[in-house]
């Protein structure tokens, strides 16, 4: 009896460990969700991105109850600072900082001391703090409320300025971004990406194990045609994701996108893109067995890098610099572009960026690839 259990118990695990894709979601899936959420939540901390402009100087030295405020804002532990030159106007300040945001994947949020401060609460009058912040933001409700404590805290303990100091907060986005609005493109470019990836992946490598790649040598059919014509289906997908997950967004949960030129133009770099990395994955995937481990090892860490579930601004800055050579990053950030944010330089640069990727992959899998490969 005992020798036919081990038997039994012999000849499963000999087929689980020839499985690649059992090997993947027994023992690799759990290790990377492991080191990827804890590279992301390990530390239990999360510091804010926040834009400082200190107006408030005296030959070009910060006043003393604007230091003492910056000193407070510092020793919270909460806040990377970042200065802003004090000879900038307002709007000047706020455009310098939306586009460095954008270059350093931080939020856009701008703290201004104003000119004066000093001299207001000396003289028993009120003083106002600006906080020029994006609304949609999902971080901003939070840096906001640990600003505004740490503005009551600072006037507290100023003699006879505890009702003296307010902070006002200003949004500088006129619509009304949701989370929901931010996750549908996120859904989107991770729709784009599995569907692109694996198909190409799962293709080749049952096509392979079929001997059709090899018949192929024997067509008038080309290397790049048959990659092309791989990226043409895997973009009639990608259309009908997109129309099925907007009109499901919009119709439970009222989003409203704006389909245009860039919008298309995101979609078709995106359907040229994870095909071309998909085939240039399979031809090092001699198996179809293999092929959802192999894709998976790839496709994961970019859907949880590479802003889809929640601004990458979250990560830690190790984790920032990996996402920054993630193709999905700027199909994600092109696509929000695009769809929600009404910001066509970005999203044509986020195209040009992503075509760029899937010219070289495309390009790279044609080389590769080995019609007479057994």
């Known amino acids: ?70 000193s407070v804002l510092n020793n ?11 000879g900038q106007t307002v709007q000047q300040a706020l455009d310098y900082v939306k586009s460095d945001a954008q270059l350093h994947n931080r939020g856009q949020r701008l703290l201004v001391i104003p000119s004066g401060f000093n001299t207001t609460l000396n003289s028993g009058n009120d003083a106002t703090i600006q906080l020029y912040m994006d609304q949609s933001d999902q971080a901003s409700a939070s840096l906001a409320g640990i600003v505004r404590s740490v503005t009551i805290s600072y006037a507290a303990s100023i003699a006879g300025a505890p009702d003296h100091l307010n902070l006002q907060q200003v949004g500088i986005v006129t619509r009304n971004i949701r989370y929901i609005d931010f996750f549908i493109p996120g859904v989107i470019g991770m729709t784009l990406l599995t569907t692109g990836v694996f198909g190409a992946v799962n293709t080749n490598g049952r096509y392979r194990e079929l001997k059709i790649i090899k018949k192929l040598a024997t067509t008038p059919l080309s290397k790049i045609e048959w990659i092309l014509g791989m990226v043409g289906y895997q973009m009639i997908l990608a259309t009908i994701s997109l129309v099925v997950i907007l009109f499901f967004g919009y119709a439970l949960f009222g989003v409203t996108a704006t ?53 990458r601004e979250t990560l830690p800055d190790i984790m920032k610099i990996i996402a920054n050579f993630m193709p999905l990053t700027y199909v994600n950030d092109g696509l929000r572009d695009a769809l929600i944010y009404a910001e066509p330089a970005q999203a044509l640069t986020n195209t040009i960026i992503a075509l760029g990727l899937a010219a070289f992959f495309i390009v790279l899998g044609s080389m590769l690839m080995n019609w007479k490969e057994e």
């Open 1 to 70: 009896m005992r020798s036919r259990i081990y038997t039994i118990i012999s000849g499963h695990f000999k087929s689980w460990y020839r499985s690649k894709s059992n090997i993947f979601w027994t023992i690799a899936f759990p290790l990377l969700l492991i080191v990827l959420f804890g590279a992301i939540f390990g530390n239990g901390s999360t510091k804010f991105d926040l834009y400082l402009q200190n107006q408030d100087l005296n030959a070009n030295t910060p006043t003393m109850y604007s230091q003492g405020y910056i």
């Open 76 to 86: 919270t532990g909460a806040f990377n600072l970042h200065t802003v030159a004090a």
């Open 259 to 311: 389909i245009d030129i860039y919008t298309v133009g995101l979609v078709v770099a995106a359907a040229l893109l994870f095909p071309g990395i998909g085939m240039v994955l399979a031809n090092f995937v001699k198996e179809a067995e293999s092929a959802d481990a192999a894709a998976n090892a790839i496709t994961f860490p970019m859907m949880f890098l590479a802003g889809t579930f929640w601004p």
